[in-house]
Nanobody, 120 residues
Framework: QVQLVESGGGLAQPGGSLRLSCAAS????????AGWYRQAPEKERELVAT???????NYADFVKGRFTISIDNAEDTVYLQMHNLKPEDTAVYYC??????????????WGQGTQVTVSS
């Protein structure tokens, strides 16, 4: 059973940077599309960024110019590079990916979430 394993969250100061990683737990055939979402306390989960296998990217307005989503197909890993972090970026960040497994199954997976806290 493929899992998405997230890492890279933590505490950052306002204006700082973090890079989140989301790696498939076993070898897969391909990542078709992927996205990062976040959920702050007492708020709905919201879309942060998405990317297709053709590298078409889409960003929420509140992260444009600050965050970059990317896929490393050799490592089966999705990244979210975050710069100029703001306190309002504080949330649990979740990755999501539509994956084709080695066996040819196409399924949607979610990571377990990683906490990002932006505070001085």
């Amino acid at each position: 059973q493929v899992q998405l394993v997230e890492s890279g969250g933590g505490l950052a100061q306002p204006g700082g940077s973090l890079r989140l990683s989301c790696a498939a737990s076993e070898t897969i055939f391909s990542i078709n599309t992927a996205g990062w979402y976040r959920q702050a306390p007492e708020k709905e989960r919201e879309l942060v960024a998405t990317i297709t296998s053709g590298s078409r990217k889409n960003y929420a307005d509140f992260v444009k110019g600050r965050f970059t989503i990317s896929i490393d197909n050799a490592e089966d890993t999705v990244y979210l590079q975050m710069h100029n972090l703001k306190p309002e970026d504080t949330a649990v960040y979740y990755c999501n990916a539509l994956i084709t497994t080695i066996g040819g199954l196409r399924r949607d997976y979610w990571g377990q979430g990683t906490q990002v806290t932006v505070s001085s």
